[in-house]
Nanobody, 128 residues
Framework: QLQLVESGGGLVQPGGSLRLSCAASGFTLDYYAIGWFRQAPGKEREGVSCISRSDGISDYTDSVKGRFTISRDNTKNTVYLQMNSLKPEDTGVYYC?????????????????????WGQGTQVTVSS
């Protein structure tokens, strides 16, 4: 079965940190760019960060720049999202997703393409 599984969510106080993991099973992440998305209650899903298939090129939405770091460990078939200095507005369900980039786009990523494989999400709540 081909799936992505997120973990690492939870309840944290403002200013705290969490590290989310996105593990693939049934397929290898080596050939995919990976994105992290989130959806807050009553809001549309938004892109948070992505990492390219090759060379770990990353991008972030403005609201998380300098606080979040995306990384990948292909030996563990896992992508991570380190979240520091968390704010209440970071609250939401976080999803990871994978897309196989076209030839010539291995060293770039974007949150605006259609990602083809999605995890089930993990809840992040930032509250005092």
């Amino acid at each position: 079965q081909l799936q992505l599984v997120e973990s690492g969510g939870g309840l944290v106080q403002p200013g705290g940190s969490l590290r989310l993991s996105c593990a693939a099973s049934g397929f290898t992440l080596d050939y995919y760019a990976i994105g992290w998305f989130r959806q807050a209650p009553g809001k549309e899903r938004e892109g948070v960060s992505c990492i390219s298939r090759s060379d770990g090129i990353s991008d972030y939405t403005d609201s998380v720049k300098g606080r979040f770091t995306i990384s990948r460990d292909n030996t563990k078939n896992t992508v991570y999202l380190q979240m520091n200095s968390l704010k209440p507005e970071d609250t939401g369900v976080y999803y990871c997703a994978a897309v196989r980039p076209r030839y010539g786009q291995f060293r770039q990523c974007t949150l605006s393409v259609e990602y083809t494989r999605w995890g089930q999400g993990t809840q992040v709540t930032v509250s005092s």
